[in-house]
């Protein structure tokens, strides 16, 4: 049985785009629908009720939707609302957290892993949580980074002040002796050149939402619900809550797309 209904997925702004990308080419049949809420953003700093509000309030706009599955393209809104929206809800609901970890279990020799993320992410502790779930012996060093988000978000990214920024920040682990680090927030992957410059060769970079449409393609198969080669290509959406100009230039220099179907919503 084949399902072609959309996949809804869900950030804080345009940081879920990272994943979507990845899911465009692991899953060229699927139609996405994108929700991004670039007006309230950042999340990170901001109290937990009111980040699983938001996130409640995006979910249901992706359930009026149709959607058949969603994927909570936010660390931080995986961290505090993800585990409540999976019991609440009756189709598959997928966070970032869990693939991230476990791909950073996957790569560490020396069982020290950093992870990066916003205060929310990191004042949850659910990497460490999931991290040591698995394997309890593993150091795990976690730094928050709030000023990443407003950099990515003002598409600064390739900037003099964000390689700065990303130096100085990142000059936490100099003495930590780390053989991998997770970029905990989908806006991080943005980047990635950066970092990886700071972090050097023997530092293994993780892009969390990278490792999720793994996870995703596998649910597809376990549920039987991949769309067909017949669903039409081009039907993807991308809602955002703040300004059109620059959601649309950074998705487009991101995705490497033109015509894209982009609208401007209001959630409650
Ligand atoms: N992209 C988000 C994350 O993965 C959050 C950014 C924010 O709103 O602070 O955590």
């Known amino acids: 049985?084949?399902?072609?209904?959309?996949?809804?997925?869900?950030?804080?702004?345009?940081?879920?785009?990272?994943?979507?990308?990845?899911?465009?080419?692991?899953?060229?049949?699927?139609?996405?629908?994108?929700i991004g809420d670039t007006l309230r953003c950042p999340y990170g700093p901001r109290p937990v009720e009111e980040i699983k509000q938001f996130t409640w309030e995006m979910t249901r706009f992706l359930l009026e939707k149709k959607v058949k599955m969603i994927v909570i393209a936010c660390n931080t809104a995986t961290a505090i609302a993800l585990e409540e929206i999976k019991a609440t809800l009756d189709i598959p609901v997928v966070g970032v957290i869990v693939p991230g970890a476990r791909a950073a279990l996957k790569l560490t020799s020396s069982?020290?892993?950093?992870?990066?993320?916003?205060?929310?992410?990191?004042?949850?502790g659910e990497y460490t949580k999931a991290i040591h779930r698995k394997?309890?012996?593993?150091?795990?060093?976690?730094?928050?980074?709030?000023?990443?988000?407003?950099?990515?978000?003002?598409?600064?990214?390739?900037?003099?002040?964000?390689?700065?920024?990303?130096?100085?920040?990142?000059?936490?682990?100099?003495?930590?002796?780390?053989?991998?680090?997770?970029?905990?927030c989908t806006h991080?992957?943005?980047?990635?050149?950066?970092?990886?410059?700071?972090?050097?060769?023997?530092?293994?970079?993780?892009?969390?939402?990278?490792?999720?449409?793994?996870?995703?393609?596998?649910l597809l198969?376990?549920?039987?619900?991949?769309?067909?080669?017949?669903?039409?290509?081009?039907?993807?959406?991308?809602?955002?809550t703040g300004s059109k100009k620059i959601f649309e230039d950074i998705t487009q220099d991101w995705l490497n797309v033109t015509d894209l179907s982009v609208t401007r919503v209001s959630l409650p």
């Open 221 to 240: 198969d376990y549920y039987d619900i991949s769309a067909d080669a017949t669903n039409k290509e081009g039907t993807h959406e991308f809602f955002m």
């Open 111 to 124: 069982n020290r892993i950093g992870v990066i993320g916003t205060i929310g992410t990191i004042n949850s």
């Open 135 to 184: 394997a309890p012996k593993t150091e795990v060093f976690g730094l928050a980074c709030p000023k990443f988000v407003p950099i990515v978000e003002s598409k600064q990214y390739e900037s003099a002040i964000a390689k700065k920024v990303v130096n100085e920040t990142l000059e936490d682990f100099h003495d930590k002796n780390i053989d991998t680090l997770v970029m905990g």
């Open 1 to 34: 049985m084949c399902n072609n209904q959309p996949i809804g997925f869900l950030d804080s702004g345009v940081g879920g785009l990272t994943v979507v990308k990845e899911a465009m080419k692991q899953l060229p049949n699927e139609t996405i629908y994108y």
């Open 188 to 218: 991080y992957p943005l980047l990635k050149p950066l970092i990886k410059e700071k972090m050097g060769d023997s530092v293994q970079l993780i892009d969390s939402g990278a490792e999720t449409v793994s996870e995703v393609s596998m």
